[in-house]
Each structure stands twice: as C-alpha cells, then as structure tokens.
C-alpha cells in the first residue's frame, strides 16, 4: 500500500505530468518529420527509435496510473480515452493493420487529457452536445426546404448549380460558408433579377441567425462547465479546511488532556 501511495503521489505529481506534455509533443514533431521522405531518408532509424521510446513511456505511464489508482482508474472517462489511443498505437501496424499507422498521430490527442484548460474546453463541447444537435436538426431542416424551393426556381437557369436536389444542396452549403455564392448569384440574376430575394433571405437565415446559434450554445456549454467546477473547487476546499479545522481541534483537546494529566500529577 505505502508502494501504491508512492506512486500514485508520481502520476499525480506536476513535474511527472510535464514530463509526459513534453513527451506527447515531442512524439507529435517526430510523426510530422516522417511526412517528409526526405528526412525519413536520413533519419528514418532515429525518427523509429523516438516513435517506439515515446510509445513505451506512454504505456509505461498508463500502467502506473492503472497501478496507483486500481478500479477507480476505469471510472474516469479521459483515463478511458488515454487507454484507447494508447491500445490503438500498441496494435502491431503490419499486414491488414498497416492503416493503423496512420492513427498514430492520434497520441497527439493526448494533449486534451493532459492539459486542464484543453479539457475545460473539450468539456464544455460535450456539454452543449444536446443544444448543438437541435441546431443541427433546425439547419438541417432549413437547407431541405432551401434546396427543394432552388431546384425548382433555378434548375433550368443554372443547371450546373441547380441542376438535382444533390447538387442543390452542396451549392447552398457552399454559399452558407460565404464561399464563391456572390459570383453564382450575378450570374443568375443576369437571367432572374429578382434571384438575390433567395440569396440575401437564405444567408441571413442560414450564416447570422442558425450557425450563430451553435457559437451560442458552445459559450453556454463552457460557461456552465466552468462554473461547475469553480463550486467544485470551492466544495473541496471547504471540505479540506474543515477537516483542516477538525484536525487541528482534535489535536489542541489531546493537548488539553495532556496538560491536565500533568497537572494532576504534581498535585
């Protein structure tokens, strides 16, 4: 036990967790390098030996961590998501698993458990997850009746844009990111003047009013998320200097009792 207490005091140390930041970025620039066929040319046993070394800290700390921490290891999501990227990469990338090669980059990834403010913000996207899918459905909606009223109007005018329901709709997706839609509205109005009525309604329905709601419920979901644990951290402080309190009155009644007993023997 005294062993597990030692280690989990490592893990849970701040220089141990600089250690394994600097570890995951220094793996992230070696992955890069091997894009490059030049440097793997020269390189490439170096570059191999750093990739395996990285890899053997980082099972290495995952161990330790399931060491110092037993079951309750499992009970934390982010360990969960740690334990997932590190098995992928652990995965022999030969043969039918060569594509898992690619996925080791993902370690990269580790930098959003490791870093608490990456985390906070993680946090406050998978908490506004629910908000963001009826924006997502409300979008959805939106560009179905878009696409269907465009393919109607316009399909015989510009049949490049609007020839099909499925060329419609990448076309409106195309303008609600504000990419190229000026030089394909002109160049309907010169055959319908009264075509930018649909642009300017659909863009002011689509790009300022819908995706502005997802930026909404985002900054929503990480304003709660941090304000839940601002309570939290003040919870366990004030939880910590009442035990604090508790103990330091524990030990001034022992002292009390110990005067008295003194005190009773030189009487």
């Given at each position: 036990m005294i062993f597990r207490e030692q280690v989990r005091t490592l893990v849970t140390r701040k220089?141990?967790?600089?250690?394994?930041?600097?570890?995951?970025?220094?793996?992230?620039?070696?992955?890069?390098?091997?894009?490059s066929r030049g440097i793997v040319e020269q390189f490439g046993g170096i570059l191999h030996f750093a990739d395996r070394a990285a890899l053997a800290i980082f099972v290495v700390e995952i161990l330790l961590r399931i060491y110092a921490f037993g079951w309750a290891f499992f009970k934390d999501a982010w360990n969960i998501f740690d334990l997932i990227i590190i098995g992928v990469a652990v995965v022999p990338a030969t043969g039918e698993f060569s594509v898992l090669r690619a996925l080791r980059i993902l370690r990269a990834l580790r930098l959003i458990s490791v870093v608490p403010s990456m985390r906070r913000v993680v946090s406050g996207l998978l908490a506004a997850v629910p908000g963001m899918a009826s924006i997502a459905a409300l979008l959805a909606l939106v560009l179905y009746i878009a696409g269907v009223m465009a393919t109607k109007l316009f399909q015989h005018l510009q049949?490049?844009?609007?020839?099909?329901?499925?060329?419609?709709?990448?076309?409106?997706?195309?303008?609600?990111?504000?990419?190229?839609?000026?030089?394909?509205?002109?160049?309907?109005?010169?055959?319908?003047?009264?075509?930018w009525i649909f642009f300017v309604s659909y863009i002011i329905v689509s790009s300022f009013a819908v995706l502005n709601m997802f930026i909404a419920v985002v900054v929503n979901g990480m304003d709660r998320g941090m304000t839940?644990?601002?309570?939290?951290?003040?919870?366990?402080?004030?939880?910590?200097?009442?035990?604090?309190?508790?103990?330091?009155?524990?030990?001034?009644?022992?002292?009390?009792?110990?005067?008295?007993?003194?005190?009773?023997?030189?009487?």
């Open positions: 220089g141990f967790q600089r250690f394994i930041i600097g570890v995951i970025v220094f793996n992230a620039i070696t992955l890069g390098f091997e894009t049949p490049e844009y609007f020839g099909d329901f499925g060329g419609t709709l990448f076309t409106l997706f195309q303008i609600m990111t504000g990419e190229g839609w000026p030089d394909i509205a002109r160049e309907l109005m010169q055959k319908a003047p009264l075509a839940d644990e601002l309570v939290e951290a003040e919870e366990k402080h004030a939880a910590e200097q009442k035990a604090s309190d508790e103990l330091l009155l524990t030990e001034i009644r022992a002292l009390r009792t110990e005067i008295a007993e003194l005190r009773a023997e030189r009487r």
